[in-house]
C-alpha cells in the first residue's frame, strides 16, 4: 500500500502565497512521476504541475509564472510553491503518484483564497 499525505493548505489572501507537501510512504517501487491537481467546486479534477524522477516539469498555463513544483527525492516528497494567489486558485489539491505499474491520489489539502 501507499499512503499521501498532503499539508500545507488554508486560507490566504490574494496576492499571498501557499507552500503544499505531499508525502509519499508504504510499499513504493520506482517513482516515475509526483504532481498536483486541483479541483474546485463544480469543475473536473485538473493538472497544476507534474514533475518526473529526473526533474523535468509541466504546468497548467494557470500555473505558470506564479508556482513551481519541486521534489525531495530521497524523502519521496513533492512541494507546490504557489505565489500571487488568486481567488480562482481556490480548490481542493490532491497529490498523485505514477509509478510504472500504478498510480495513486492523496485526500486532498482545501486551498482557499479570499479577502
Known amino acids: 500500500q501507499v499512503q499521501l499525505v498532503e499539508s500545507g493548505g488554508g486560507l490566504v489572501q490574494p496576492g499571498g502565497s501557499l507552500r503544499l507537501s505531499c508525502a509519499a510512504s508504504?510499499?513504493?517501487?520506482?517513482?516515475?512521476?509526483m504532481g498536483w491537481f486541483r479541483q474546485a467546486p463544480g469543475k473536473q479534477r485538473e493538472l497544476v504541475a507534474i514533475i518526473t524522477s529526473s526533474g523535468m516539469t509541466n504546468y497548467a498555463d494557470s500555473a505558470k509564472g506564479r508556482f513551481t513544483i519541486s521534489r525531495d527525492n530521497a524523502k519521496n516528497t513533492v512541494f507546490l510553491q504557489m505565489n500571487s494567489l488568486k481567488p480562482e486558485d481556490t480548490a481542493v489539491y490532491y497529490c498523485k503518484l505514477h509509478t510504472m505499474m500504478e498510480y495513486y491520489w492523496g485526500k486532498g489539502t482545501l486551498v482557499t483564497v479570499s479577502s
Open positions: 508504504g510499499s513504493i517501487s520506482s517513482i516515475s512521476a
